[in-house]
C-alpha cells in the first residue's frame, strides 16, 4: 500500500508541474510580440511563411525500391521456385518479404530472406493455392512491381 501511495503522489505532482509549466509557456507565448502588432520602437517585420521540408533531407533524396523477377510463370502446388531481385535505398541485410494478394488484400507470407551488400535477393517459394497468384516483394515502406505466378 505504501507504494501504490507514493506513486500516486509522484503522478499527482507530475501533472501538477506539467500544467503549471503547459500554462506559462501557453502565457509566454500569448504575450509575445506578434507581426502584426505596431512596436513603439519601430516598424513590425514578418518573417517570411515557413516551407514545409522533410522530416530527413535523406529521405526525399533516397527512396528504396525493389525489383522482382519469378525463375517461372507456372509451378505444379507447393513446387518450389525462386523470386530474385536488387534493392535499392536499403541498408544491407534489410529483410524482404513476399506477399499474396489473397481476397483483394495484401497478405504477409512465411518466406522472407536478407539482402546481400550488394541489395540483391534470391528467395525460395512454394505455393499451394491454385490459379493466379499475384505477387510482390516488400520490406518496410518499399515494395516491388506486382508479378505472377499460375499454381496448376
Known amino acids: 500500500m505504501i507504494v501504490s501511495k507514493r506513486n500516486r503522489l509522484r503522478l499527482a505532482a507530475v501533472a501538477t508541474l506539467s500544467t503549471l509549466a ?74 524482404v518479404t513476399l506477399q499474396q494478394k489473397q481476397n483483394g488484400a495484401w497478405v504477409t507470407l512465411p518466406a522472407s530472406v536478407p539482402t546481400t551488400s550488394s541489395g540483391a535477393y534470391s528467395l525460395g517459394v512454394k505455393l499451394g493455392i491454385t490459379g493466379l497468384n499475384e505477387l510482390r516483394i516488400v520490406s518496410g515502406d518499399a515494395a516491388s512491381p506486382v508479378f505472377t505466378v499460375t499454381v496448376r
Do not use: H, M, N, Y
Not at 22 to 37: H, M, V
Not at 52 to 57: G, H, K, L, Y
Open 22 to 95: 503547459l500554462g506559462l509557456a501557453g502565457t509566454a507565448l500569448a504575450a509575445g510580440p506578434t507581426a502584426t502588432d505596431p512596436s513603439p520602437a519601430g516598424p513590425s517585420v514578418t518573417a517570411p511563411p515557413a516551407t514545409p521540408q522533410p522530416a530527413t533531407p535523406q529521405a526525399a533524396a533516397t527512396q528504396a525500391t525493389i525489383t522482382a523477377k519469378p525463375s517461372v510463370t507456372t509451378v505444379q502446388a507447393w513446387e518450389l521456385f525462386r523470386v530474385t531481385g536488387t534493392t535499392t535505398g536499403l541498408k544491407a541485410g534489410s529483410t
